[in-house]
């Protein structure tokens, strides 16, 4: 019987312990998704597929863009080479996050108080102004969200999920006199075509829009009037449990702005004082505030 009794409990310890071993593998395998990037090599970006945050290059298919460039400058230096940059709508750009498809979101997302609550925000690294896109010599005369406002027969074009509605909104532009397009080639064939009178942009995206006479036709509105509460700031966003990874991040780009890289890259986009992060603003004083210290999307 005890023999019995014996194998028996012998038998149990080794189903138990062969049950055991994919939990423990599992366990030991188990990696952060920063431990995955700086092991492969490589990290995915979701992005617009807009200038100049973040595309590829006609010519060369290379990935590049403001946030392209900053990302693959902060991490080459810890091996990892290869950007693999997927394209989606703005408005799909968090829920894409969330859901795991990008191990970040880079493409002028705009820190704001109810993206914080969904994600994690890096250092902030462009500050941004609403600007605005017109037909040539600017026939409606717009140069803030007052003209859009006071003027029945104006209606304004934006991106779908930007934070310029929301500034429009707030300087009293009605909803019916807005038309929201899921991308910035929908709004400036709508303006050529007539369909809305005027398109409000970051001035980051207007600045890449309108560069190299890319734009035929079009203009940007000078000035266009911005509130001081309705001024933004940029950054690339990670999922909330990817702390250790946004760390990193901000560790690296701390670096790359003491030694000129970062002036250097916004130089080569066309950005300059007036872009400037003060070196004292963080992502969570911006995230506790409303984002009222300074325009985006």
Not at 174 to 188: G, K
Request: aromatic fraction near 6%; charged fraction near 20%; hydrophobic fraction near 45%.
């Amino acid at each position: 019987m005890n023999r019995v009794f014996h194998s028996l409990r012998a038998v149990l310890f080794m189903t138990l312990a062969v049950f055991a071993l994919p939990v423990a593998s599992h366990t030991a395998l188990a990696e952060t998704t920063k431990e995955r990037i700086l092991r492969e090599g490589k990290i995915v970006i979701g992005i617009h597929n807009r200038t100049p945050w973040g595309y590829r290059d006609e010519t060369t298919g290379e990935a590049t863009g403001w946030h392209p460039d900053l990302l693959r400058a902060a991490f080459a230096g810890l091996g990892v080479k290869e950007l693999d940059i997927r394209v989606t709508e703005f408005g799909a750009l968090i829920p894409g996050l969330l859901a795991g498809r990008f191990d970040v979101v880079a493409s002028g997302l705009s820190i704001t108080p109810e993206r914080c609550k969904q994600v994690l925000f890096g250092m902030p690294d462009l500050k941004e102004l609403d600007a605005a896109i017109v037909l040539a010599g600017n026939p409606k005369q717009i140069h803030g969200y007052q003209d859009i406002a006071a003027n029945p027969n104006i209606v304004m074009g934006a991106g779908r999920g930007s934070v310029v509605i929301r500034n429009a909104v707030a300087a009293g532009v009605p909803d019916d006199r807005m038309l929201l397009f899921p991308d910035i080639e929908s709004n400036v064939s709508a303006l050529r075509a007539g369909r809305i009178d005027v398109v409000v942009l970051s001035s980051p995206t207007v600045i890449g829009l309108l560069a190299g006479g890319k734009a035929p036709g079009l203009e940007r509105a000078n000035p266009f009037a911005v509130a001081d509460d309705q001024v933004n700031y940029n950054a690339v966003a990670f999922r909330k449990q990817d702390e250790d990874l946004r760390a990193l991040y901000d560790q690296q780009l701390a670096a790359l702005k003491k030694d000129g890289t970062v002036a250097r890259i916004m130089a080569k986009y066309g950005f300059g004082e007036p872009e400037t992060v003060p070196d004292t603003l963080t992502a969570e004083q911006l995230c506790s505030s409303g984002a009222k210290a300074g325009p985006g999307q």
